[in-house]
């Protein structure tokens, strides 16, 4: 099973650019990559999935190299309400091998 | 607004009552599962269901019973817990991923479970 790995905390600063990044070095064939963002006393919110390359979406870019045995999540000129926790999930497409990370708690300073 | 409920939002109880939580999904999903978060640690995925059958089980000790009558709702019946199933119980749904690769998962508020 593909084990993911998060650094526990980063701090930034209003309008930064914020790149998180979720090393799975098991990664198989099947699986897709999806990262999650969570708020207190809420449950975590989907933000962007990708299988390889580059995607993009209105609130996020997610990259993944050619080996796939890591993500970056890429957040653009934050603001204090993206103090959160964001989770890398890697999910295998055939079965329920729901494998979450532990969370990388993002805190935005003025 | 994410279409999911969750009820009740808190709940304590003793090490010998029976209790269950509900979850509701209003988004037309076919899949819906049970997560466990306890304090730092990471989402534990305790119960998938797809098209009300039960699909993945993982290892989840018997005094958490799932039920799951209908693609729009899920419970999880409680027995017997111990202070250490303290956590928050998250209730998700979604389309079925298998084979489409997208599992875009939409969560409830949680339920604050305290176990005394």
């Known amino acids: 099973l593909a084990k993911t790995t998060q650094p526990i905390s980063m701090d930034s600063y209003e309008g930064q650019e914020v790149n998180i990044t979720c090393s799975h070095n098991?990664?198989?064939?099947?699986?897709?990559i999806t990262w999650y963002q969570q708020f207190p006393s809420q449950g975590p919110r989907f933000i962007i999935q990708g299988y390889k390359t580059k995607v993009t979406n209105e609130v996020a870019s997610l990259f993944i190299p050619a080996d796939r045995k890591s993500s970056t999540l890429s957040l653009p000129r934050v603001s204090l309400s993206d103090t959160a926790v964001y989770y890398c999930?890697?999910?295998?497409?055939?079965?329920?091998?729901?494998?979450w990370g532990a969370g990388t708690k993002l805190i935005i300073k003025p | 607004e994410t279409g999911v409920t969750q009820t009740p939002r808190h709940l304590v109880m003793g090490m010998t009552n029976k209790k269950s939580l509900k979850c509701e999904q209003h988004l037309g999903h076919n899949a819906m599962y049970w997560y466990k978060q306890s304090a730092k640690k990471p989402l534990e995925l305790m119960f998938v269901?797809?098209?009300?059958?039960?699909?993945e089980n993982n290892s989840v000790p018997s005094r958490f019973s799932p039920e799951c009558p209908n693609s729009s709702h899920l419970f999880l019946h409680l027995h017997t817990l111990q202070p250490e199933d303290s956590a928050l119980y998250l209730c998700?749904?979604?389309?079925?991923?298998?084979?489409?690769?997208?599992?875009?998962?939409?969560f409830g508020p949680g339920t604050r479970l305290t176990v005394l």
């Open positions: 999930l890697v999910f295998g497409g055939s079965n329920y091998q729901l494998i």
């Open positions: 998700a749904s979604s389309q079925d991923p298998r084979g489409a690769g997208l599992n875009e998962q939409f």
């Open positions: 098991n990664i198989a064939t099947n699986d897709y």
């Open positions: 269901y797809s098209l009300e059958e039960r699909v």
